[in-house]
């Protein structure tokens, strides 16, 4: 059995590491919150995009181009999500194997013909690890999002798809739902299904960052009351004029939409990253308290024991006296 200066060095310890991991839930909360912040500056745009290639669809035109052209695999790029740093749950460790069944699915390609552009850098030492080639550096991004080297990074795979470097490019991030839920995604980035993208669930709550019971409840009656307010697109009527022509227009809508996709996924797997983090940490700081109800209680039994013995010691001194 422990004794009691080595039980109060453990409480001391427990001690010190719940207030480190309070104070970490602290700072991904507020991180959480000014991701949340970006996200609902990013949604006007995203919405009426959105709405102009739905509406643009709803008209019965056959988009082609050359960013939906469907071709035989021989050369696959992967955008993969991760984060600069850990403590933040299975967040990593979850992209990280889904990028390994998926590197595993087109395994027949060679190595040497799936490229991998790493945002984050766990991920990106798990591709050298993996004997991956490495398209750059993109570490950066992972804490600090910028909108214009996402827009470089989706021009630059839109040209090499072009060119046929290319034949498929595919994306794998955090889809941020809630503080409370986070969808690990895998979905084609090129050639893009334009209607397909549209149909996604692109819903997100960004009203709160505590998980609760009655948050989850509020989040699902939101989902719900959605749901019911859902239009639909309507074609275009006579009253709108489309020059030079509505495969022109597209044609430069669909490039932006890219962009689009590279910027907002960003986004949410920066979200999910501290709402992982901050689940984490919640986790770790319940049970720092859990460990210190049992250390004090065991502490208070052994010195009640120690007490107890010592009094037994001087009472059967006194009765041999």
Known sequence: MPSLKEIKNRISSVNSTRKITSAMKMVASSKLHHAQTMIENMLPYETLLEHILKTFLASETDARTVLNEVRPVKRVALVVYASNSSLCGGFNANVIRLLQHVVDEYAELGKENIIIYPIGRKVAEKAVKMGLNVAGDFTALAEKPNANDCITIARELGEKFISGEYDRVEMIYHHFKSAGSQILTRKPFLPIDIEEELKRDHERDLTSNVITKKAQEYIKRKEEEKKGEHKEAVPLNDN???????????????????????YTALLDSIASEHAARMVAMQTATDNADEILRELNLQYNKSRQQAITSELLDIVGGSVNN
Do not use: A
């Open 240 to 262: 709108f004029l489309v020059e030079p022509d509505m495969n022109t227009v597209l044609t430069k809508l669909i490039p932006k939409y890219l962009h689009l996709m590279v």
